[in-house]
């Protein structure tokens, strides 16, 4: 916050000065435009007590422009000896005052104070920027270590007589009770530490690194890049329709591809809740055989529509079989109908990619693999007709959260 005064102690003789009030954390309103006006012309009194009168001019916001500010002039005068005689508000559209004209050369002084690698986080630092180089001529930078604090800091030692014995924590309390109550808790206040942007950085760099190891890095492929530093003009020729889509090949899945898919697939039905495509596709591609190694290689990662198309399509043959049945309703039924149910907008997504895999060798494999489903499904069926105890279908329930470290062990 600025104020740009004119001093007129002869007439013969202008002397300028501006003020740049820092102030940490406040808002900023009507009450401490005059708290700053107060403390403006007390400090213009003890330079030069000839001062006898003042004109203040400010901008038309809402905080100097205000019953509060106008009707605390008078009480002002009286306190500082400084007749304030009028007070003038700035043309709306009337162009910038000449206290924002100083805010700019403040700011650029600051921005280059920053510029040399300090921080300018807070109001000590922000004045620290302004008196860098001998600050800028004919400003004074007043700090204020904010006087609402200390009036609240005085009046909590005042109040608060138990303080948490924990270390650093800041809790104080009125009452013993409460004491107990915050120890028994332990929720603990602290002061949160002043960390600075290189602190910051470097914190991230390290959980970075250490998460590294953990993803594997692809390199990127220089084979495909051949440039020619002898001949740099040379712009490779495109072909006719380069911009035109891809279509892909149809993929079909390797036997290690598949199996692993099926495995997810049972043990989701075997659970009763099937595994995410997102999931299975970054399992698939952490997965480690028992030596540590990778079990799937880069070109082997599939995508996740590329696992939700073949999810679906094992389910819809499921469904086509156990239609076939037309066995009693069952429990297995609903929990295939409630899937479709769900996965219904997902197979509208993948319907191209669906028909394009179609043909896929797959699809055969798969039928023949059903036998082994249904039978699954027909066990699930029996097991949910027995009247077995809540508690031990929840049980079950819980432990689906699984490493497939010791599924892993059958690849390698
Ligand atoms: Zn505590």
Not at 141 to 155: A, G, K, L, Q, R
Not at 278 to 284: A, L, Q, R
Not at 336 to 355: I, N
Not at 377 to 406: D, F, Y
């Amino acid at each position: 916050m600025l104020f740009f005064l004119i001093l007129i102690p002869d007439l013969n003789n202008f002397e300028h000065t501006v003020f740049v009030h820092v102030i940490d954390q406040c808002s900023q309103d009507s009450k401490l435009v005059v708290a700053i006006i107060d403390d403006i012309l007390s400090r213009l009194k003890v330079y030069d007590n000839s001062i006898q009168q003042a004109c203040i001019r400010c901008d038309n916001a809402g905080c100097y422009h205000s019953a509060y500010t106008a009707l605390s002039m008078p009480a002002l005068s009286e306190k500082c000896g400084i007749a304030i005689r009028r007070m003038d508000f700035a043309d709306p559209q009337g162009g910038r005052g000449s206290s924002d004209r100083y805010a700019a050369i403040m700011k650029s002084h600051v921005r280059r104070y920053l510029n040399e690698k300090h921080d300018v986080t807070n109001a000590e630092q922000f004045v620290e920027a302004c008196l860098s180089y001998g600050g800028v001529k004919t400003v004074n930078v007043v700090e204020y270590i904010s006087v609402n604090d200390e009036c609240t800091e005085s009046i909590d030692q005042a109040a608060n007589i138990f303080e948490c014995p924990e270390e650093a924590c800041i809790s104080s309390f009125v009452k013993y009770g409460n004491l107990l109550r915050h120890l028994a808790i332990g929720n603990h206040r602290h002061i949160p530490e002043k960390v600075t942007l290189m602190d910051t950085a470097k914190k991230m760099f390290h959980t970075r690194l250490s998460n590294a190891d953990n993803k594997r890095v692809i390199s990127l492929s220089s084979n495909d890049v051949v440039l020619d530093s002898n001949n740099c003009d040379q712009v490779p020729e495109l072909t006719v329709g380069w911009a035109l889509p891809v279509t892909r090949p149809p993929v079909r899945f390797t036997n290690k591809q598949k199996k692993f898919l099926d495995e997810k697939f049972n043990d989701g039905i075997l659970h009763g809740r099937f595994w995410k495509p997102e999931t299975v596709v970054s399992e698939m591609q952490n997965a480690k055989s028992s030596q540590g190694k990778f079990i799937f290689d880069i070109k082997e990662w599939l995508t996740t529509s590329q696992v939700r198309g073949y999810f679906s399509r094992i389910r819809s043959i499921i469904t086509q079989k156990n239609a076939q049945f037309s066995s009693s309703t069952s429990s297995s039924n609903s929990v295939c109908a409630e899937s479709e149910q769900e996965e219904g907008q997902d197979l509208d997504e993948d319907a191209s990619a669906e028909e394009s895999l179609k043909d896929d060798v797959a699809v055969n494999e798969a039928i023949e693999r059903i036998t082994f489903i249904t039978e699954t499904n027909q066990m699930v069926e029996r097991a949910s007709k027995e009247k077995r105890p809540l508690s031990s279908i929840q049980n079950e329930q819980k432990t689906q959260k699984r490493s497939t470290s010791t599924q892993s062990q059958k690849y390698s």
